[in-house]
């Protein structure tokens, strides 16, 4: 008997840039449990580029097919999956990660108007996949034959109308039950010299912000990987990263709330000692902790400058941050890390979200404000300054002529609960297009608002890059030509602010396929 073929991708965009050029370890947990459960009943590969994956399909189109689902690369996924079925139409199409709704009527619209996506994974993926394979394995893997019961992990449509729920599978406490991707190989393909090892210590948050996936209350409980088996992945990660064709000097951490555990600091030891024999990595990103303002401060100073940090306030107002559950995060403990940053000469970057509710414009220009005061280099420039240049921006971008901007943010805040802009203040940074230096600020939108515009937004910079390398100010930006404008909360907020046509001309995401229509 033949083992079953199964692919599974964590897609990026490689236009002009990658979208996020992290390993696909979310894949390679899933791939490493499965292929201690099924061993060589099943044949797996993993994907990360697009060229990739569409050869392996047209040249061997697998019975199951595996993507994860994330802001930068949802819609990839769907179109995976069409070009699949046009292949291979009994090809089982498999979508999994947290860009979907939490609560359980909007979860199941979203499938119902997914059609494409034949199972979708709950929450943690490694033991539902493996539930999925073994209903593939007793049914032959035929479609129809899987979705006629539930799959434990899963929900899944059944024609267009009914909706089937599998339980929802309990959380692993011991993790290294997961065999590792790092130290069974199948990160291996992977130090290519372009992407940056990703690595995860722990699963699980004990904050409850509303505006995080991780807020959900179902994984408010933190498992841990062993201290020894991190240790000996960060070990075989070094190794490899200096067999690679070129030196990537970046390392990063998936955890939600890295050094703010106790025992994250003999983790940060042993990644200070791995830099002092191999000058390796020379940078580490990771979404520190948001209280244990000593602790994480501890981390900062041992790692000298290699930890990158965002402080991550989202609001300074009091009634935002209890309306958003956020009140049990000290953001004054965040922000006093500043100056341990400017004590080892870093950057600061902050992010506030516009449209949380109960925010309003005071509220938000009075949170930049007290953000301003703490993170501008003020012998760099003036903060002052950079303020008002930014809340011209911010103005700039999100009012039409003769609307209140608070009126914008109450619309905005009624109506997406996940849209947000992230204002970036930078120091120095350039970008890697043009060069051009940018000491104030960026102010970006998250989202895409076309399904056919992909034009980059550089990251210093508000600019957009045209075929041929001519370069249009975001102002000057032809209208899309095409009819479609995609329900996402980044086109609800062009929308809202600039009406639909502009919501077809604004491209507001790192993804990079340029239309037809602006290339002419």
Request: one cysteine or more; glycine letters at 6%; charged letters at 25%.
């Amino acid at each position: 008997m033949k083992p079953m073929r199964i692919y599974l991708a964590d897609l990026t965009y490689t236009t002009l840039s990658l979208a996020t050029d992290a390993f696909p370890l979310n894949i390679g947990f899933i791939a490493a449990y499965a292929n201690k459960k099924f061993g060589k009943e099943i044949e797996l590969r993993l994907f990360k580029y697009i060229e990739d994956l569409e050869q392996a399909i047209n040249e061997r189109p697998p019975d199951i097919l595996g993507v994860s689902n994330y802001p930068w690369n949802f819609n990839l996924g769907l179109e995976f999956f069409k070009m699949t079925h046009a292949v291979s139409p009994k090809t089982v199409c498999v979508m999994g990660g947290p860009n979907i709704p939490l609560d359980d009527e909007s979860r199941t619209e979203f499938v119902k108007r997914n059609q494409l996506i034949d199972f979708y994974a709950y929450l943690e993926g490694e033991e539902a996949f493996a539930e999925l394979i073994t209903r593939a394995f007793d049914v032959g893997a035929d479609r129809e034959k899987m979705k006629s019961d539930p799959i434990d992990g899963f929900i899944h449509c059944i024609g267009e109308i009914d909706v089937m729920k599998g339980n929802m599978l309990l959380r692993r406490r011991n993790l290294d039950e997961i065999p590792s991707p790092y130290l069974t190989g199948l990160m291996d393909k992977f130090f290519d010299g372009i992407l940056s090892p990703m690595m995860e210590t722990n699963r699980g948050c004990p904050f409850s912000c509303t505006f995080c996936h991780e807020g959900n209350a179902l994984i408010s409980k933190v498992n841990f990987f062993s201290i020894e088996r991190v240790k000996a992945e960060l070990d075989y990660i070094v190794d490899a990263v200096h067999k690679a064709p070129s030196l990537v000097s970046n390392l990063m951490f998936a955890d939600p709330n890295f050094a703010m555990y106790e025992r994250d600091y003999e983790i940060v030891e042993h990644i200070e000692k791995i830099q002092q024999q191999h000058n390796w990595p020379r940078s580490i990103f990771a979404s520190t902790g948001k209280n244990k303002k000593e602790r994480i401060a501890k981390s900062l100073r041992k790692l000298n400058g290699s930890l990158s940090m965002w402080m991550s306030v989202q609001s300074m107002d009091p009634t935002v941050l209890t309306e958003i559950k956020r009140d049990n995060i000290n953001t004054a403990q965040i922000m006093a890390l500043s100056g341990v940053y400017q004590e080892l000469g870093l950057p600061t970057l902050s992010e506030l979200i516009l449209g949380l509710p109960g925010d309003s414009y005071e509220r938000h220009v009075n949170s930049l404000a007290k953000v301003a005061d703490v993170v501008i280099d003020t012998d760099r420039c003036n903060a002052d300054d950079v303020f008002a240049r930014v809340v011209a921006r911010l103005e700039m971008r999100l009012r039409r002529p003769g609307q209140e901007l608070d009126d914008v943010v109450r619309r905005v805040s009624n109506t997406q609960r996940h849209t947000h802009v992230h204002l970036q203040f930078l120091r120095a940074t350039h970008c890697s297009q043009c060069g051009q230096r940018d000491d104030a600020s960026r102010l970006s939108i998250d989202g895409v608002a076309c399904p056919c515009i992909g034009v980059a937004m550089l990251h210093a910079q508000l600019r957009e890059v045209l075929p041929g390398g001519r370069r249009k100010t975001r102002w000057d930006v032809p209208p899309c030509r095409c009819e479609e404008v995609v329900e996402d909360p980044g086109a609800g907020l062009i929308a809202l602010a600039f009406g639909e046509e502009a919501s077809r001309a604004w491209f507001l995401c790192t993804h990079s396929i340029v239309p037809p229509c602006l290339q002419s």
